[in-house]
């Protein structure tokens, strides 16, 4: 549903929802000081780094800072929960992850619901997971990955925090094949890496961005990307769901606000965010972090979140998966 002047779309709902209309003069004016970017992350990941490319061309396009402010901690809630109980006037915004869907269904209270209190403003990047194994590992492809693993059942493991993307996507891949395999939790994809090398752990599903120099090192073996499509950084390795259909599992950035928050800020933001994607500079930096952009309508982005969180509430019922 497209946006009007006077309705906000929230994540997962199909309805327009009456918001404050402010005068179109203080629209036009927005913002007037400068914007919080919350991010539930820590400096210097993925998300933190692709949040400060897109707050720096908003600060170039707006003429005021767009300020990333790192939150860490349960799982983004405590960051998401905070831009909740802001004020719905523009000048507090969250970065959105693929965690605030999983997490909808992780844990059983939250002060907040992410679908309910947290409007879309546009997406950002999108990048896949890529499954891995050790060079030693006595499998080249996914077909012969899962006739390994049904022929050892219990004999491999793979890792990832618990209710982490990484988590959701081997739990994804072994309720769509069938097969057993152990989770290891890890508090951190380095780590993981480094026993994968080790060969302490028989593969992960690792970010795209966290593997890419070991893969290039040739130390790990890449088998497929988690996407629907494959990847510009690795274009000879097929899809997961090459072999396994039906299976999809990516890492999504984007932008949200608290809900009321009015429409034509939204709308305001969603335009500027767009032309970042669309610029040929931004897009190349995003790129090189292993991430394609992922633009769309504020309706656009609410659909694909609140798709996701149907998506992972199943894989994390079946898993039994709880937060750490």
């Known amino acids: 549903m497209p946006f009007t002047r006077r309705t906000v779309l929230h994540f997962g709902s199909g309805a327009a929802i009456a918001a404050a209309v402010p005068s179109l003069a203080f629209a036009q004016t927005y913002p007037t000081r400068p914007v919080r970017i919350v991010a539930g992350s820590a400096a210097g990941g993925t998300t933190d780094i692709a949040a400060r490319l897109m707050g720096q061309w908003l600060s170039e396009r707006l003429g005021q800072q767009f300020v990333i402010e790192n939150r860490p901690g349960a799982g983004t809630n405590i960051a998401t929960e905070a831009v909740t109980r802001a004020p719905a006037d523009g000048y507090t915004l969250i970065v959105v992850t693929a965690s605030n869907a999983i997490n909808a269904t992780l844990y059983d209270k939250l002060n907040f619901n992410f679908i309910r209190d947290i409007a879309p403003v546009a997406g950002i990047i999108r990048y896949p997971h890529v499954m891995q194994v050790n060079r030693s590992f006595p499998a080249t492809t996914v077909s012969e990955f899962i006739s390994y693993a049904k022929s050892n059942p219990g004999k491999i493991s793979y890792v990832g925090g618990n209710g982490t993307s990484m988590h959701v996507a081997g739990e994804l891949f072994k309720m769509l094949t069938g097969i057993n395999m152990i989770h290891v939790p890890y508090r951190g994809g380095a780590p993981a890496i480094t026993d994968l090398l080790g060969g302490q752990i028989q593969v992960t599903l690792s970010p795209l961005p966290e593997s890419m120099e070991y893969l290039k090192a040739g130390g790990l073996r890449p088998l497929g990307v988690t996407t629907a499509t494959r990847s510009e950084l690795l274009p000879d390795v097929p899809t997961v769901g090459d072999f396994v259909p039906g299976y999809e599992a990516s890492s999504v950035q984007g932008i949200g606000a608290p809900k009321n928050t009015p429409a034509e800020i939204i709308d305001k933001l969603n335009k500027e965010i767009n032309a ?45 998966a709880k937060p750490e």
Do not use: H
């Open 276 to 320: 970042g994607l669309a610029d040929p500079k931004l897009r190349a930096r995003f790129a090189a972090l292993g991430a394609t952009a992922f633009p769309g309508s504020s309706a656009d982005f609410g659909r694909f979140m609140a798709e996701e969180t149907d998506k992972w509430a199943k894989v994390v019922k079946f898993s039994g």
